[in-house]
């Protein structure tokens, strides 16, 4: 029997769909666990920050009440830095390859100045770097920090154009400032992926610039807006190590979209709600040695953990 045209022309974009439904749900991440409690049964209070220690496999998480909370690779919870240690308003972190952790701290009223502490690899307070060198540098709020293999500090300050890079004494090196149209663009977020390539994201702009490791421009990806494939207010990028795909959270649209190693929109996952694999302004990312996503659900009051798609 002879199908009629308009018949096979029906099934024909319907099996391409099928084909290209099943490339895309290949792509997509998968939900694993959720990290609800500190060390002492407490719940999380809008985790806002996370971040994956490539050296011991740690997962440090920023607590709204806590302080910083560690874990081990399984998600146990083991130690939390609190007030006592040195820590007040603790905003992003990075660890240096000796264990050492550099904390981002806005001024508060016992101490006004805004800083990076500076703790040793047994976790006790070694000192304090404060900004100077620059214009603006009083004012200067750190938020996200990065640390390169020179043991270089990289950081993203609140309403600063551009990311400063500091000596490891805290010594004002330059600025590094993406551009659009001739001005420098505010900046909000800073992290170094496996290639050494510095990633800068902007909440404003909806994209990410990306440096090489010698801090020349390479390219930038990301576009501005409230639909798929696109970015609204982008807070974090991370990129996993097996794969160089990088994944952006976007605080607005609930959501992670995913990227190849060059810039290439692939998928997103997530949206508003309250479940497993569902968002509610997130604000933070980071990806394991193994692949896992991990995402600070802020207002969810969890971080989620995802299995990303194997190596191609």
Known sequence: MKIPGYIATFLLMFMMTGTLYAQEKSLTATYLDSITEDEEGNKLLFPHFVFEEPVRNEIYVVDGGAGVIIYTSDFFPVFTLTKSDGIEIPQGLTVDKEGNLYLAQPATKDNPRHRISVFNACLKWERDIYFEGFEGAEFFSPNRLAVDEKGNIYVAGN???????????????????????????????????????????????????????????????????????????????????????????????????????????????????WGEGWFQYPKDIAVDREGRIFVADTFNNRVQVFRTPEPD
Do not use: C, W
């Open 159 to 273: 309403y600063m154009p551009g990311v400063l890079m500091l000596n490891n004494e805290g010594g004002f090196m330059e600025s590094i400032a993406p551009e659009e149209s001739g001005r420098n663009v505010n900046v909000n977020y800073v992290t170094i992926d496996r290639l050494g390539r510095l990633l800068v994201v902007s909440e404003g702009e909806g994209r990410v610039y990306v440096y090489d490791e010698n801090r020349k421009f390479l390219f930038k990806f990301g576009e501005k807006g409230g639909s798929t494939g696109k970015l609204s207010r982008p807070q974090a990028v991370a990129a996993d190590k097996r794969t160089g795909r990088m994944y952006v959270v976007d605080y607005m649209r609930h959501t992670i979209s995913a990227y190849d190693e060059k810039g290439k929109y692939l998928y997103e996952f997530g949206g508003l709600g």
